[in-house]
């Protein structure tokens, strides 16, 4: 049968196939339908009558419902992005200038994944984009998970009712070697626990990966500081921690990691460390496909399904 999925949560427009006709005195009529296909139908079930007459006169009809569904929506809509400046939107090879020499900390708030994630939900679960779904980016460069566990309280309070924290932070912990890793991991803990006590659901992600050979050899691209990528060798156990944190504290959690999928050279800039602007595609990808799984109330298909139904004119008398 039929079926709708509403963008925006309200009626719709609905294309179907004609019915296929047999029997009856030829030549035949063509099929008419009410209400007609490519019309506007409500939310729910629309019955559709269709007839047909031959060149006896004789006529006969048929039914069948369309149905046009309101489309998924989510639980909570006000998202807020914590983390560095993987969060914030780093993009060292925008910061490129004509004499070749990096400008450290360009910021790009437009590549950035919460920006990317906003639109992709906007586009997603358009009847609420109308009203209040978004998210806030606060990221901050250079920042330490110890002392993003301390923003966080006055991040909250100054929140506009933010109902979600998606949580991906640790990487300039990482510069101090394994003596950093597990004060970071609990950072982290502390950081999920806080929001929860305040009211907020959690979405926990790992680190992406890097590339510790961006800044060297005779191929390293001008600018390049290699110093941006010392945590490298501890990217993975590091985020080794983080599945069983978030298991602990119940809240999804994000393998951005594996959503690289190994790729360090078109997915991570020249720096070794700042995903590129695809990369930080690849991140939203992954927070988007967890949310979907965590928050999603209600889901449709968003296809239109031409049916063929078959009415018969009537026999000769």
């Not at 609905?14 to 009529?29: D, I, N, Q, R, Y």
């Not at 560095?84 to 090879?93: F, K, L, Y």
């Amino acid at each position: 049968m039929p079926t709708q999925q509403s963008t925006n949560g309200k009626d719709a427009i609905v294309s179907f196939g004609l019915p296929a006709v047999s029997g009856g005195t030829s030549p035949l009529g063509v099929p008419t339908c009410s209400p007609a296909s490519g019309t506007v139908f409500t939310i729910g079930s629309t019955s559709v009558t269709c007839s047909v007459t031959d060149a006896a006169a004789h006529s006969s009809s048929c039914a069948f419902p369309v149905t046009v569904t309101k489309g998924p929506t989510l639980a909570f809509t006000r998202f807020f992005a914590f983390g560095d400046s993987i969060t914030a939107g780093e993009v060292p090879s925008e910061g490129l200038a004509a004499v070749q020499k990096l400008q450290p900390r360009l910021i790009d708030f437009f590549l950035s994944y919460p920006t990317d994630l906003g639109r992709d939900l906007a586009i997603r679960y358009q009847a609420q984009a109308q009203i209040d779904l978004g998210v806030q980016n606060e990221g901050v460069q250079g920042e330490q998970t110890k002392d993003g566990l301390i923003r966080l309280p006055t991040t909250i309070a100054g929140g506009d009712k933010y109902q979600v924290m998606l949580l991906m932070e640790g990487a300039n912990d990482l510069g101090g070697g394994t003596p950093s890793i597990l004060p970071a991991v609990q950072n982290i803990q502390l950081m999920i626990q806080l929001a929860k006590s305040s009211g907020l659901k959690v979405i926990l992600g790992n680190l992406p990966p890097q590339n510790p050979n961006a800044c060297m050899g005779s191929t390293a691209p001008p600018g390049c500081v290699p110093g941006r990528t010392a945590g490298a060798p501890y990217v993975t156990t590091y985020n080794a921690y983080l599945p069983g944190i978030a298991a602990a504290e119940s809240v999804p959690f994000v393998d951005v990691y594996a959503a690289f999928h190994g790729d360090v050279t078109t997915l991570i800039d020249n720096d070794g460390l700042h995903p590129t602007a695809l990369g930080y595609q690849t991140i939203s990808a992954a927070f988007l496909t967890a949310i979907e799984k965590s928050f999603e109330v209600s889901a449709a298909s968003s296809s239109i399904f031409r049916s063929t139904f078959f009415l018969t004119a009537p026999r000769r008398r």
